[in-house]
């Protein structure tokens, strides 16, 4: 097993000549910052780059991308599957394929045989993404195993069922996207996450809730905050041997208790936790890019997997700074070229990664109702984001259409959360 980085990369992981990358694009499906993280990543190694969803956004402006309108595979996957065939004989060769939102690896694992002709999709089988984006599945599965995950019901269990306090949460993450939509425009932030601390509060949910606890899971709580997640991205082989992994922590989410990484850091884990994941990956027959998402328990230090995600998580752009640089080791490896196994379980801080904008919003502004011990000035918030090597998102790669895109999103939420809205993620 692993305990750090395991050897000098940069021997193999050498440029290709400028003909191999045009025989093999890259087309990223998404918009966030998992896709924009791939496409600053790959793009500044001259790897022609497409990114492609339903609306111009965020990704979509950057200087180091093409953008390739596709519908939403949640309402059209026939259609998204048509158009990204159309894409991929555009621009000629068999690019890479690959996505950043669930709901993209479901389409294209489905698809995969159809698509690989064309194409090459980094996406696992169909079976083993469907057991990972739904959590009901995938926890029974898990527990069955012995792995230590947090104790899974459906929505309908009854009050009980699950020592208190319990996380209710969407089965899928489409599926709260869905529910927010039928129950009258709530905010998707507000059905990812719900902590119940009492019965009361728990009948409560039920009875508010009762035309969608289908799609509902509760979930025992594992104590802590954003600080104790840890994020371990990894790229599995054609084999499931795991050719590239990051250990990183959040420092600071929004909201505070479970929000997407703003500031985060290189880290380590135990061995114990490593093995866990080399583990699932063998028995799933797993390929592609993927995150295991721990928590840490604040109050035991145990490490509990809380999920995997089989797709690019939101700080992927962080391991370009790191000797297991997991877009890249994807893509030579999809397209055959030689890969030396890098893992990045080193001492914490090395590396950090921050959407700066929104973090700078946060510490100064927003966590004064969500989390004020984390509200600082701009002297000590400053020094929290130092570092060896600093991934700005926003800024990065000198990608200046994507950061006054960025500072338009801020001045907007500003101007949501004045009257008193909930800010969107970009």
């Known amino acids: 097993m692993w305990n750090g980085i395991t050897s000098a990369q940069t021997d193999v ?19 966030g910052f998992p896709a924009l993280g791939v496409v600053h990543t790959l793009a500044i190694r001259g790897v022609p780059c497409w990114v492609c969803d339903p609306q111009r956004r965020f990704t979509a402006w950057s200087r180091h991308a093409r953008y390739w309108r596709i519908p939403d595979p949640r309402f059209d996957a026939d259609g998204m ?14 690019p890479v ?8 690896s479901q389409v294209l694992a489905r698809h995969n045989a159809e698509l690989e002709p064309l194409m090459l999709p980094c996406v696992a089988g169909s079976e083993t993404v469907e057991l990972l984006v739904h959590k009901g599945r995938f926890s029974e599965w898990a527990e069955g195993r012995g792995i230590r995950v947090p104790r899974t019901r459906p929505g309908n269990a009854p009050v009980g069922a699950l020592p208190l306090p319990v996380v209710a949460k969407p089965i899928t993450k489409s599926s709260f996207r869905y529910a927010a939509r039928e129950m009258g425009g709530r905010r998707t932030s507000e059905l990812r996450f719900t902590l119940l601390r009492s019965e009361a509060e728990w009948r409560k949910f039920r009875e508010s809730n009762a035309a969608n606890l289908e799609i509902i899971v509760l979930q025992e709580y594992v104590e802590g905050n954003s600080s104790d997640m840890y994020s371990i991205g990894v790229y599995a082989d054609r084999q499931s041997q795991i050719t590239g992994m990051f250990v990183g922590r959040k420092l600071r989410g929004y909201p505070a208790q479970y929000g997407n990484t703003k500031l985060g850091q ?3 884990v135990p061995d114990h ?57 994807a893509y030579r490896d ?13 001492a914490p801080g090395a590396v950090k990664y921050v959407t700066i904008l929104s973090d700078m919003a946060n510490v100064f502004v927003r966590y004064r109702w969500d989390h004020p011990a984390w509200v600082m000035g701009p002297r000590a918030w400053w020094r929290s984001l130092e570092a060896d090597r600093l991934v700005v998102a926003e800024f990065n790669r000198g990608d200046w259409p994507v950061a006054l895109y960025s500072m338009w999103v801020l001045a907007r939420d500003g101007v949501r959360f004045l009257f008193k809205m909930r800010p969107l993620e970009a």
């Open 273 to 329: 936790v490593l093995a866990e994941i080399a583990g699932i990956v063998r028995e799933l027959h797993y390929t592609g890019i993927a995150e295991f998402e721990y928590r840490r328990d604040s109050k035991t230090g145990e490490f509990r997997l809380i999920e995997v995600n089989p797709r690019c998580w939101s700080w992927i752009a962080a391991t370009a700074e790191s000797p297991a640089n997991i877009p890249w080791i």
């Open 334 to 346: 999809m397209i055959g070229a030689p890969v030396a196994p890098a893992m990045d379980n080193r």
């Open 81 to 94: 599957i048509a158009r990204l065939k159309e894409l991929a004989k555009k621009i000629g060769g068999r």
């Open 97 to 104: 394929v690959i996505p950043t939102d669930d709901h993209y």
């Open 13 to 31: 992981l050498g440029d290709f000549v400028s003909d191999t990358f045009d025989q093999h694009p890259v087309i990223v499906l998404g918009m």
């Open 266 to 268: 290189n880290d380590t």
